[in-house]
């Protein structure tokens, strides 16, 4: 498993196929993950090439539905329970950054695709293609659910720890045909 963070910093909303290089900065701290997830692919494909092992990668957006942890501190689990709890939602960003969403039953649908038809040797974006949108558009369109009024207030702080602003639309074409 592996996740679409191996595309990098994009930025510019362009279809995201699996062959898409982006670009990931080695000199900057917040990219050992995107790194290590590229090296981690090239070591399972290195061992498919070598050795014949049936590798087939999967490039999972982020997951969320049923069985996500209370405690879970992604922006999306962080709205919802402000929601629930019939708090503001407070953005520490500008809320830019986009991508798509998948539930957790439909990425596991989506692993057993992969398990029983995927070619060897290939990465596959797995998202609903549908669900692409901003952090700021999560976080309103949560804010409006519910019967409570619930404000999106932005209170970005002056050290910003967080990652740039970046654009993740996956294709999932090859998905998709199998």
Known sequence: LSSCEVYGKVEERIRIREDYQGYIDPL???SSYSLGKR???CLCCSYHAEYGVPVVIARLTQTFGAGISAE???????FARSVVEG??????TEGKSSKSYIYTTDAV???FTLLFKAEPGRAYNVANEDSYCSISEMAEMLASMGD???KVKKEVPSSNIYPPDTHL?????????L
């Open 28 to 30: 900057s701290v917040r």
């Open 39 to 41: 090296m981690a692919e």
């Open 72 to 78: 879970d501190g992604r922006v999306f689990a962080q």
């Open 87 to 92: 708090r503001d939602i407070i953005l520490h």
């Open 109 to 111: 649908s989506a692993l």
């Open 148 to 150: 409570r009024t619930i």
């Open 169 to 177: 639309d996956l294709d999932c074409g090859p998905l998709k045909e």
